[in-house]
């Protein structure tokens, strides 16, 4: 990645002529500059252009001191000016930075970002950050002016469908951007939230990829190669099976779980394009296919009421963010449909209980528990959480790092019954993986993969929830000796696919208590 200049560095740098924008342009390598020239330009005699460059270079020198110069041939310039170009030396102009915020979606995506977080700070500077497989990376701060005029133009002109028509970082705002002549292919639409932050404000952009996770195949292929275990997926494909019924899957923000929704709708599409497939969701996030797909704008309750007057056999509702569209859900079920949806909840016993509160917050006189402790209603519940994949290349085997690992993580491991000893296979990632590997490209990563786990509801564990609510239920699902998800991600560690120490920063320490990681 390229290297970050400081903020007066980049303030400090004269701003290019008009006539060599597309053919010069400055980065930064451990915060000095460089200029990188397109080769056309390389011995050029008297013409304008050279004349230009020999000008500016001038300038150039008289602020930095000499800086070298690269020729580039026109694929090895076009990258290098995408790589360095969301924090590239020219000063912002009115006509300069729609290209500029278009650019930084462009490295964005070359980064294979989830996220762009844009953080001004009035007084002072700003900072770009992206997220990549789930970890805020550091990659551009420069001058708050600048990145002001950056924040403007991704909101007022390349977003349509905004709060308000004005940018300003005084208040919460949001908007969309799904002009497919502006956004890379790979990106179907970004959903914007902005905010007033202590000392300025920030601006975070969702990257809506036109594509997931490549998969293909039954339903039992498509989540084997999301990471789901076999057990899960047994689960899964029960509930599958059932002709009416809601299956919930909850995890944090960012946990993979429209991508897991995606797979089951696409595959039970496939295996039975006989049904009629509807969705709900606010908005779209990604093409499904086989699926009518309905906005729900702001009003999910009514577009559920739609959904199920439109002769649907399944449903999937994208997320049950309050009572109305919860109840939505639960009639959608009661009235002979087969309902998909999500919810946030921090494991899959806490689902029922997170399900109550919204229930009980938006309608006081019914009782949530006729319904929720129904198995004709309620069919299965899923928490999963998304962790890295060690780089098979780059990865270390435990017996090369042993005497550098946290005694408690070692003790961890142990009580969970990983011997480091009898376990040569457990891997980490290495200090230093190799920048020219095909497959991490010095990340040490690979990807990202489920961990999980999966309860099938019947009516002893509904009893039990109605009962002793959500620690009730986790007794008697716990009883039934489930492959949680911390026993899940032992696996993983087991056969070297994930790191522990990116386990346990995910779904918490692992510790052993009876037969069962909690």
């Known amino acids: 990645m390229t290297a970050i200049p400081p903020a007066e560095s980049v303030s400090n740098i004269p701003q290019l002529p008009q006539a060599l924008t597309d053919k010069v342009f400055v980065k930064f390598d451990s915060g000095r500059p460089s200029l990188c020239v397109i080769e056309s330009l390389k011995g050029k005699g008297q013409t304008s252009d050279s004349f230009h460059l020999k000008s500016y270079q001038s300038r150039l020198r008289r602020v930095v001191g000499d800086v070298p110069v690269c020729f580039l041939d026109p694929e090895e310039f076009s990258k290098a000016r995408l790589d360095s170009r969301s924090w590239d030396n020219a000063a912002f102009d009115d006509v300069d930075t729609e290209q500029h915020a278009v650019d930084l979606l462009r490295q964005a995506v070359r980064h294979n970002a989830s996220d762009i977080h844009i953080r001004v700070y009035t007084d002072s500077h700003a900072e770009i950050l992206f997220r990549e497989q789930g970890d805020m990376t550091r990659v551009?701060?420069?001058?708050?002016?600048?990145?002001?005029?950056?924040?403007?133009?991704?909101?007022?002109?390349?977003?349509?469908?905004?709060?308000?028509?004005?940018?300003?970082?005084?208040?919460?705002?949001?908007?969309?951007?799904?002009?497919?002549?502006?956004?890379?292919?790979?990106?179907?639409?970004?959903?914007?939230?902005?905010?007033?932050?202590?000392?300025?404000?920030?601006?975070?952009?969702?990257?809506?990829?036109?594509?997931?996770?490549?998969?293909?195949?039954?339903?039992?292929?498509?989540?084997?190669?999301?990471?789901?275990?076999?057990?899960?997926?047994?689960?899964?494909?029960?509930?599958?099976?059932?002709?009416?019924?809601?299956?919930?899957?909850?995890?944090?923000?960012?946990?993979?779980?429209?991508?897991?929704?995606?797979?089951?709708?696409?595959?039970?599409?496939?295996?039975?394009?006989?049904?009629?497939?509807?969705?709900?969701?606010?908005?779209?996030?990604?093409?499904?296919?086989?699926?009518?797909?309905?906005?729900?704008?702001?009003?999910?309750?009514?577009?559920?009421?739609?959904?199920?007057?439109?002769?649907?056999?399944?449903?999937?509702?994208?997320?049950?963010?309050?009572?109305?569209?919860?109840?939505?859900?639960?009639?959608?079920?009661?009235?002979?449909?087969?309902?998909?949806?999500?919810?946030?909840?921090?494991?899959?016993?806490?689902?029922?209980s997170r399900l109550r509160d919204l229930l009980s917050s938006a309608n006081q006189k019914i009782d949530p528990d006729t319904y929720l402790c129904d198995p004709s209603i309620m069919s299965c519940l899923v928490y999963q959480a998304l962790i890295k994949t060690l780089c098979p290349n780059c990865k270390v085997p435990v017996s090369e790092v042993k005497n550098a690992l946290s005694p408690d993580l070692v003790s961890r491991l142990e009580q969970a019954g990983l011997s480091l000893r009898d376990n040569p296979e457990i891997s980490f990632r290495g200090p230093c993986p190799d920048p020219r590997c095909p497959v991490c490209e010095g990340s040490g990563y690979s990807g990202r993969q489920v961990v999980a786990e999966t309860c099938v509801m019947d009516k002893d564990l509904l009893e039990a929830f109605r009962r002793g609510g959500t620690a009730g239920f986790e007794q008697e699902w716990r009883s039934r000796n489930p492959l949680d998800i911390q026993l899940h991600a032992l696996e993983k560690i087991k056969t070297g696919i994930m790191d522990p120490r990116d386990v346990e920063t995910r779904i918490g320490p692992l510790i052993l208590e009876g037969n069962h990681v909690q």
């Open 140 to 352: 551009g701060k420069r001058n708050s002016e600048e990145t002001d005029m950056l924040c403007n133009a991704l909101f007022a002109s390349l977003a349509e469908q905004q709060s308000e028509t004005t940018f300003s970082g005084l208040y919460r705002m949001h908007a969309r951007i799904s002009n497919r002549k502006i956004l890379p292919k790979e990106i179907a639409s970004i959903r914007i939230e902005s905010g007033p932050i202590a000392g300025g404000y920030h601006m975070v952009l969702r990257l809506l990829h036109t594509q997931t996770q490549e998969v293909s195949g039954s339903m039992s292929d498509r989540l084997t190669v999301l990471g789901y275990h076999p057990r899960h997926i047994a689960d899964l494909l029960k509930a599958s099976a059932l002709p009416t019924g809601i299956s919930i899957i909850s995890g944090a923000t960012g946990s993979g779980k429209s991508t897991t929704l995606k797979a089951i709708m696409e595959s039970k599409h496939a295996e039975h394009p006989e049904s009629n497939y509807f969705t709900v969701e606010d908005p779209p996030e990604y093409l499904i296919f086989g699926a009518v797909q309905i906005r729900a704008a702001g009003d999910y309750a009514d577009a559920i009421r739609h959904a199920m007057r439109s002769d649907p056999d399944v449903i999937m509702i994208g997320e049950v963010r309050d009572g109305e569209s919860g109840m939505g859900a639960i009639r959608a079920a009661m009235t002979g449909h087969q309902v998909l949806t999500t919810i946030h909840a921090n494991r899959v016993y806490a689902t029922l």
